[in-house]
């Protein structure tokens, strides 16, 4: 009898939870981690990922997504679309987890479109939904049909768009909105409200970081308003016309006003009030346990220090697999690997230009900076290939340090990204994303050898937030009685 691992997200933990437990239950080394010993036993797994969208949607995408109709084609593929998903051990559901009972590990499953949920039994839960993120910060909709009729909207709005777009909130988000937003529509007028003297105000990074992304932002023609509040909006009789009034009682009029200021919230409500804190994020221990040994939390949801990132959620990912290298059903003990926690860093693509920062290189920015870091389409190739997503399981191969190799994806040559978070000596993802911890090489990484050694030591660390919880599954089962 297979042993049954329920996944609760299919994005960057969840899906990289996935395919490093199939790759060590299938007897090899685990893709995230090339040089570990491959396993000299076999298990049987069955691997159940729940998640509401019908697809891999690269979150840290969605300015761009939003804004260049090629690029949202690119950014959502479908589930049954991911050759690396084609598997019979993978059963993918379009649904949602509402209820789980961690002590007789069952959880309620609802299909998408259906009232009609389902018990359903697990051995190993690894828990990696993510945060809800309203509109227009990242898309609503459920389906890649009903997303691209979103995004489109969105994209022919700011087109129209005669008296211009405000973006209110100099975050990551709002930064890498407006930039984008100017990247791909360079005719209309882009202007960047923060209520701070400096962008990117609630983030422990230093004014010199700050600065420099205020240059780079005002350098693509952006035009940024800092130090006032967006009071009160007032919408035209004709609702096409916003009026905008500062806490200086100075105003402005645009076409089309995107709010990036608002608050995640971590989507743990199926999960026992006692494992979450009181804004709802997972308590797990360093080695991203929760409740018991059969528990995981990986992702943006686990409270953890450091800013979210794909990076650190593909590396917790990794982590949180219940099967170590030598075996699910071994009579040892298991030994789980942990987190370490991290230091500020950050990487904000904008336009065709890009800052980072990390204690121990300081402020680097530049056109071959982005390119290093996010490659020309804000890291969708790199995240994609360092998965390997694009081939099929039985043809892993390691990944190459001079960057991931081209598996059928469609390129579409557009700007910039966010990359932001808090890690040891490395260059992440933003708000959309996670942190990372320290000796893995970054999927963000495109490889080249334009940016030197410095930027490399840097990138190494992004993809290192997958191997926790796979590691943790699979040394799990190997510390478990022998299954049937």
Not at 43 to 48: G, M, S, Y
């Amino acid at each position: 009898m297979p042993y049954k691992v329920l996944i609760v997200g299919g994005c960057y933990a969840g899906l990289a939870a996935a395919i490093n437990l199939l790759d060590l239950c299938e007897g090899r080394a685990p893709r995230f981690a090339p040089g570990t010993e491959p396993s000299q036993q076999k298990f049987l797994i069955e691997i159940t990922i729940v998640d509401e969208r019908d697809g891999f949607y690269h979150v840290i995408g969605s300015p761009l997504a939003l804004a260049s109709s090629a690029y949202a084609q690119k950014a959502w593929v479908q589930f049954k679309d991911v050759p690396g998903l084609q598997h019979p051990a993978i059963r993918l559901v379009h649904g949602s987890v509402t209820r789980v009972d961690p002590d007789a590990k069952t959880a309620v499953i609802t299909p998408s479109g259906s009232t009609d949920a389902s018990q359903h039994e697990y051995d190993y839960l690894i828990a990696a939904s993510g945060l809800r993120r309203v509109w227009p910060v990242v898309p609503q909709q459920l389906t890649r049909e009903e997303y691209l009729k979103e995004a489109q909207g969105h994209i022919n709005a700011v087109k129209r768009a005669e008296k211009g777009v405000v973006v209110i909130g100099g975050g990551a988000v709002g930064i890498e909105m407006a930039a984008e937003l100017k990247a791909v529509e360079p005719n209309v007028k882009v202007t960047l409200i923060h209520s701070r003297d400096r962008l990117l105000s609630s983030e422990p990074l230093p004014d010199d970081f700050k600065d420099e992304t205020l240059s780079l932002l005002r350098s693509v023609d952006v035009e940024v308003i800092t130090g006032k509040r967006v009071e009160s909006q007032a919408v035209d009789e004709d609702n096409t016309t916003t009026t905008l009034t500062l806490s200086d009682k100075s105003s402005l009029t645009a076409s089309c006003v995107i709010n990036a200021i608002s608050r995640s919230v971590p989507t743990t409500t199926y999960l026992p009030q006692a494992a979450l804190d009181s804004e709802g994020y997972v308590k797990i221990k360093p080695s991203l346990h929760f409740h018991d040994d059969y528990h995981f939390a990986a992702g943006d949801i686990a409270l953890w220090s450091g800013i979210k990132r794909c990076g650190a959620a593909m590396h917790m990912g990794n982590y949180s697999r219940p099967v170590s290298p030598n075996g699910i059903a071994s009579r040892h003990v298991p030994q789980y690997k942990e987190l370490t926690e991290h230091v500020p860093v950050i990487g904000i693509a904008i336009g065709t230009t890009c800052a980072t920062y990390s204690p121990t290189e300081g402020v680097k920015s530049g056109p071959e900076v982005l390119k290093y870091m996010f490659g020309d389409d804000l890291g969708f190739n790199n995240c994609f290939n360092y998965m390997q997503l694009g081939q099929a399981p039985s043809s892993v191969i390691e990944p190459s340090v001079g960057g991931p190799t081209d598996l059928g994806v469609t390129d579409t040559v557009l700007h910039g990204r966010v990359e932001s978070g808090e890690t040891t000596p490395t260059l992440s993802t933003t708000s959309t994303s996670s942190e990372v911890d320290a000796d893995l090489q970054t999927p963000l990484h495109a490889g080249g050898d334009a940016a030197g050694t410095d930027l490399e030591a840097s990138a190494k660390t992004l993809g290192h937030a997958a191997d926790v919880e796979v590691e943790g599954v699979v040394d799990g089962i190997r510390g478990s009685s022998i299954k049937a």
